[in-house]
């Protein structure tokens, strides 16, 4: 389905925003970056502060908020936060639109040494979800994670030893050729 949107599912560090952009560009589509999204909607300049300010639970709620209005638009490359699948509402929101035949996931797998080294190199705006810092907690939010994305997702690309570029023109291939 030409308008179907295609959401990237993973961990943060594992490329969604760049193989997200390179994607959008290489099937002429809208890309979109639901973490940018969210943090528009509060004062604060970072993910940090809002986390600060308001909590986890205000960033989940405006998460859950932006991805039902990026999901009322067809035929989008979505980079969807790392949590945004386990949250709830946003994972029957997801399992909905892939049962209509509205969006296709694509979960990039990496393992968690290779997350480490990416982030390592740029944190980013990044809080810790455990409290133990962010590059200390990978293993452990990854194991936590990976089952909800495998379960949500319709294929699985090793998102490791590869460019972006690479994975995008294998991706951009498939959608292509099956959906």
């Known amino acids: ?4 949107n295609t959401l990237l599912i993973g961990p943060r560090g594992c490329g969604k925003s760049s193989v997200g952009q390179r994607l959008a560009d290489l099937l002429q589509r809208p890309f979109v970056e639901l973490d940018a999204l969210v943090l528009d909607t509060f004062a604060e300049p970072s993910v940090h502060e809002v986390w600060s300010v308001h909590g986890e639970p205000a960033w989940r709620a405006a998460e859950v908020q932006q991805l039902n209005g990026i999901l009322e638009k067809d035929g989008q490359v979505v980079a969807l936060g790392g949590g945004t699948p386990m949250i709830e509402a946003a994972q029957q929101r997801l399992q ?3 049962q209509a035949g509205r969006a ?5 797998a990496c393992p968690a040494s290779d997350l480490r080294r990416r982030l390592e190199r740029n944190l980013g705006d990044r809080p810790s979800l455990t409290g133990a810092g962010s590059l200390d907690e990978l293993e452990e939010v990854l194991k936590a994670r990976e089952p909800t994305y495998r379960r949500l997702a319709d294929v699985i690309v090793q998102a490791t030893r590869r460019t972006p570029d690479e994975i995008a023109a294998q991706l ?6 099956t959906w």
Do not use: F, N, S, T
Not at 172 to 177: L, R, Y
């Open 1 to 4: 389905m030409a308008d179907m």
């Open 96 to 98: 909905d639109e892939r």
């Open 104 to 108: 296709r996931l694509i979960y990039l």
């Open 172 to 177: 951009a291939k498939e959608i292509d050729k």
